[in-house]
Structure formats: structure tokens, C-alpha cells
Nanobody, 123 residues
Framework: QVQLVESGGGLVPTGGSLRLSCEASGRTFSGLPLAWFRQAAGKEREYVASISLSGAITFYSDSVKGRFTISRDNHKNIMHLQMKNLKPGDTAVYYC????????????????WGQGTQVTVSS
């Protein structure tokens, strides 16, 4: 089983930036397909972004494309989500996850999850 720990959440004003981090242990990091999901209060968990094993291929939801950047450092066993031009609609708990493939965009395809980190964007 993979252990995932997110960090970097916080409270920012509209238009602000945050960088989330996800550290993984328990398996070889470079062999982990990784993704970010988020869940707002009262809503279902939704896909945000994912990244291939090497980091060369990235995928984004339409709602964050152009504002968020996913990256990974396989030497440091860490993944990041750089978020810019944040909006109140981005307020949610953000989770990192690993699963079968980073091509998938539904939570059921991901097996291991972190505990989440809260991101709050004030209007």
C-alpha cells in the first residue's frame, strides 16, 4: 500500500496562488501514476489533474487548465500542484491519489489516497 501525504493548503484571496505538495512512500515513486482530485463541501470528488510516470505527459480538467500546473520530481519522491489565479470555486479539500493509470479521471480508478489539504479562496 502507498502512503500519500498532502501539504501546502491554506487561505488565499481571489487571484492568489498556492503550491500543493504530495509525498509518497511505500512503493517506488517513479512507478506511481499520480493525480490530484478535489472535493468541495456537499459535492462529489472531482478530478483536477494527473501526470504520467516520467512527468512528461500531463492532463487537466477544463476548469483548471491554464491556471494549474502539475509536476513531479522522481528523485525527491514528490508531486506538486501549482495553482494560480485562484477563484472561490476552487475552494475544496485537495487529495493526491495513485492508481492504475494517470489517464483515468474518475476516483474509482485510484486506489490509494492521502488525507487531503484544505484550500480556501476568499472572494
Amino acid at each position: 500500500q502507498v502512503q500519500l501525504v498532502e501539504s501546502g493548503g491554506g487561505l488565499v484571496p481571489t487571484g492568489g496562488s498556492l503550491r500543493l505538495s504530495c509525498e509518497a512512500s511505500g512503493r517506488t515513486f517513479s512507478g506511481l501514476p499520480l493525480a490530484w482530485f478535489r472535493q468541495a463541501a456537499g459535492k462529489e470528488r472531482e478530478y483536477v489533474a494527473s501526470i504520467s510516470l516520467s512527468g512528461a505527459i500531463t492532463f487537466y480538467s477544463d476548469s483548471v487548465k491554464g491556471r494549474f500546473t502539475i509536476s513531479r520530481d522522481n528523485h525527491k519522491n514528490i508531486m506538486h500542484l501549482q495553482m494560480k489565479n485562484l477563484k472561490p470555486g476552487d475552494t475544496a479539500v485537495y487529495y493526491c491519489a495513485t492508481g492504475v493509470s494517470s489517464y483515468y479521471r474518475t476516483p474509482d480508478k485510484y486506489e490509494d489516497w492521502g488525507q487531503g489539504t484544505q484550500v480556501t479562496v476568499s472572494s
